[in-house]
């Protein structure tokens, strides 16, 4: 069985349905907000990995549907983390470039936006980066409306994709992720901390603020704390959860 004939049944049915990993202060470790992230588990194909669904959605086209309830949940779902926790957390929402293929990704974020409820500025879109570069000229007019909501916009994957630096100051975006492929080796790569460490003086020196994925122990912690890193993602803090287990996490943290 196809995956992309079972994506359709799979949103409709809740087999393609949103996780949340939460992104915290890297100096305190408290947590500041959550990444959503789509799962697919359905009994037709058992559990499918978002780089392979994701992929396959993007290709057909169906991606759209799926970025669209992404956007519905995670404002929802951030609004309810909102009210328990009584802090302005944010949401950061993957973004595929597909879906800034047209203006109405500027109605369907307003929508999400109002009908949750939330502060604007609490909502964050995380685009990666070598599809930005690729597609520049088309995407940024609609960035900027983007912009214009209120949200903040996240380049995904930094360092990964190519021209970056070419474009990063012509981007509207407040957050660079360095991507976790610089992270893994911290510890032990000289190489790989010597990017990092330079990526997040870059961003700072542009006002950007930064964000590392994939930290997984103490060491690449304390490595990025002392780079001044602004906000740490990775096992070591919290796992992609089910909505209720974020909750749980968000009510023991406290
Ligand atoms: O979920 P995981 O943590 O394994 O994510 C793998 C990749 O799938 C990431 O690069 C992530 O950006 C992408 N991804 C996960 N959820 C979504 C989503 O809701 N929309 C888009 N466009 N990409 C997603
Ligand atoms: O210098 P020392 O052997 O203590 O470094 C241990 C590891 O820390 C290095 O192998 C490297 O991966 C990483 N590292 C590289 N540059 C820096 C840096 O400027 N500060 C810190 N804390 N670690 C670094
Ligand atoms: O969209 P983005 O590429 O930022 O998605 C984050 C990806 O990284 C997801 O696939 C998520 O499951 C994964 N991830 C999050 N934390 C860690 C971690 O500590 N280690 C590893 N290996 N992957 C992680
Ligand atoms: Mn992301
Ligand atoms: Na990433």
Redesign the pocket.
């Known amino acids: 069985l196809e995956i992309e004939n079972q994506l359709p049944a799979a949103l409709k049915s809740g087999d393609l349905y949103?996780?949340y990993?939460s992104k915290n202060r890297i100096g305190t470790g408290e947590v500041m907000g959550f990444e959503?992230?789509?799962?697919l588990n359905c009994r037709a194909l058992g559990a499918v990995?978002?780089?392979e669904f994701?992929e396959v959605a993007?290709e057909t086209g169906f991606?759209e549907a799926?970025?669209r309830f992404?956007l519905m949940r995670g404002c929802a779902d951030l609004a309810r983390l909102q009210a328990l926790s009584g802090k302005p957390l944010t949401m950061a929402?993957?973004?595929?470039v597909r879906?800034l293929g047209s203006d109405e990704i500027i109605g369907h974020v307003r929508e999400a936006i109002q009908h949750a409820g939330i502060d604007p500025t609490t909502l964050e879109l995380?685009i990666?980066e070598s599809l930005l570069a690729e597609n520049v000229e088309a995407v940024m007019p609609r960035l900027e409306k983007l912009r214009a909501l209120g949200l903040s916009l996240t380049i995904?994957?930094f360092g990964t994709g190519y021209s970056s630096l070419a474009y990063l100051t012509r981007f509207p975006v407040s957050t660079l992720k360095i991507d976790k492929c610089f992270v893994n080796d911290m510890a032990t790569s000289h190489s790989d901390a010597t990017v990092a460490r330079t990526v997040i003086q870059m961003a700072h020196a542009l006002e950007m603020k930064v964000v590392a994925e994939g930290i997984e122990d103490e060491a690449q912690w304390r490595i990025l704390r002392r780079f001044g890193c602004d906000i740490g993602q990775g096992y070591l803090f919290s796992k992609?959860l089910p909505f209720d287990e974020a909750c749980t996490l968000l009510q023991t943290s406290a």
Do not use: K
């Open positions: 949103m996780v990993q959503a992230l789509m799962r990995g978002p780089d994701i993007e991606i799926m970025g992404a929402i993957n973004m595929s879906q995380e990666t995904d994957d992609p």
